[in-house]
């Protein structure tokens, strides 16, 4: 074959799968630019059932809560946490937290009522009993940002990662709570803060 | 009279990434026609890098990795820092292209699977070779002598960094020669304290700024960088070195180049007439059709490990263990740096100070140890030097306190302290004994032989690790850290630092190397390997400028050789 004769044969031989040139170990929902996608929060999910969903909401409100910034369930947290205990979560990781879940619903029907309705102060005692619990569990080591995600770490420390997480790395969380700009444009290694400032947000993958 | 007969090209580059980039420019600008052979897939620059600004929350689990997945198909790539949803597309799929993973002797294998390879992904730091790494292994006696010195690559050192543009500071240091630099990037005024008291109580190291492919200003019609941070998710405005920003459209103006992905080499097949490779046997990846091409010349730039499976696979009567393996070195003093240790500080200083913008570099503290001229006695050979990182913490670091409510929220949301870290780089030792092979029974999706490694750290690496976290703590305690955690205290598994070198060394002696002085095969005069796999020794610093370098080197004297008539 010479060159001229290669060259009229290649665009065939080596590009006719146009519809894939990003290969064939990734789906169609992998192939598109991440910035037009939609964001996660909206993907469909059914996981708890309406009493769980009401707790959840209960519980990622008493972690953060709206101040005079948006807080977890403006940031839809409530949806990621069911999105990733239904997805995400491994299945020893999501009886750990089911169980957990149960036990805080039975402890606060001892105290009257579902976690949801419960006045603020029990539900803070209700978790702060849980968190008292955990006690030194390694999940609140110092510094382990960069450790894997704790497969046996208790419920309390499921929810709080899930909800911690869920709603920095949220649009809401990062933009209207942290700053972020996706093109700064200049870097400036001095610049003053201000004691009440927030900071950047500036990815979970680093 | 019998007509020759014409190759289809005049030169096939086999890899597309940092080397293959470079042979392509400069082969196709001498006037070649020039086929490149890129495995991976076919992405183009500025359309193709899908996570490219994505915020987390556009990403699946808003950037929890998806663990199963990865687990089963990027068991290996998930080590890497630059492995994500906004980054899988460019790494290689390791269900479906494996190698021969030995758990005794785990060497990480990380790898692109794409057009412009990893210099999609790379850390984008740059730093010259002296004299001290071109004669280290002369010194002390480990490894053979390299055939060439800094005099002979410095020139094309400045030929590279001219196209590439390269941003940092001139220090004049011997060990460290500087660069064709473009202005540096500012530092951090925690970075400016710490230096001052380095000045003061460490007086023996230097601290500067990294030396960056990424560009602080216009440069050769590429815009400045605009500091949005993770730069391994892709650069529509080409603002980092890539081939794909740089050489590959370099090479494509000239008219000359051709390129196809997905196309998977097989080996090479040597004509024992001639003396010369024939022919390059391919694979599309996509629908398995074979096909062969004919050249003039041959450059290997497929990686190091990339190369030399390519090279041991392409057997024949001649060279029946391996092409242009006459010498039995091939495959063999394979090398990564010692890497994974190091120590985190946290400072108390320069609270009140911030920053705007994600600097796309840390800071550099040159090789200080073992300099020939200290006349040092240490209980190991070689140096190290230390890339560090200066950080605010936030949210990340402490989404485990304790607490709820407005408190917690609030305490979240601001800066934390200041973190420096400092990750150790140490020079690995060549040694015959840590090797690349063929598996004898294992083949890929290809029918092509997978790849085993054979690999240990040895005394001299285990020493570097001590030093170079006890001279941590000691370069923390004189910058004023109030706390320090360590970055690891073993050295990381080999291959993670993506730095593997060595297994088709350069040397004066065809008995004891595989490529001569110009990266040309002792043994077959038309075959070049000018990626990592060249190296003869590790050196401590990066060494993707001295592969662009080498292989620019090279094509110098190929096509000489070849206007010569020689080829």
Redesign the interface.
Known sequence: MNRRQFLECSSIFFCGLTASQLGVSLTAEQRVHLTTADNYLNRDVSFFDSQQRSDIVAIADAIIPRTETPGAVDARVPRYVELMVSNWLTDPERKLFMAGLDQLQQRSRQRGDSFSELGITEQLALLEQLESEAGDHSWYDFGNIRREYLSDAPFICQIKELTVWGFFSSEVGATQVLRYKHMPMYFDGDVPLDSQESAWYSGAIE | MIEAK?P??DAIVIGSGMSGGWAAKELCERGL?VLVLERG???QHGM?Y???????????????????EYEE?YAIQQAC?AM???T??VFN?D??NPYHYDAKHPFEWLRA?AVGGRSLLWGRQVYRWSDVDFQANSRDGYGIPWPIGYEDVASWYTHVEKHIGVSGEALGLPELPDSEFLPP?????L??TIKGRLAKKASDVKYTIGRVAVLTQEHKGRAA??????CHKGCSTGSYFSSQSSTLPAARATGNL?L????VVERLEFDPVTGHISEVHVI?S??M?R?H?SARLFFLCASTVGSTQIMLNSRSETFPDGLANSSGTLGTHLMDHVYGVGRAGIYLD??????????PTGGYIPRFRNLPWNKEHNDYLRGFNYQTQCM?T????T??S?G???D???S?????YWVWATAGFGECLPRASNRMYLHHSKVDRFGIPQVGFEFNWHQNEHALVKAMNSEADRLHKAAGAIFT?SLGDEAAPPGRAIHEMGTARMGDDPTNSVLNSRNQAHDVANLFVTDGSCMTSASCVNPSLTYMALTARAVDYAVTLLTEGQL
């Not at chain 2, 196809?260 to 196309?263: F, G, H, R, T």
């Not at chain 2, 936030?394 to 670091?397: E, F, N």
């Open positions: 014409q289809d090209f026609k897939k076919d992405i193709d899908l996570g490219e600004h994505a915020g987390d929350w556009k990403l699946p689990y808003q950037g929890k990795k998806p663990r199963a198909e820092y994500g949803e906004g899988r597309h799929n269900k479906e699977d990037m500012e530092l951090f005024a970075e400016k960088c605009h500091y949005c941070g993770p051709t196809l992905p997905n196309s599309n996509r629908n059709e096909k091409f320069n609270m009140n100070s911030y920053y705007h913008g994600n600097r605010r936030d949210w990340r670091l989404m485990n304790k709820f409510g407005a917690l929220k609030n979240l949301r601001k800066p934390g955690l």
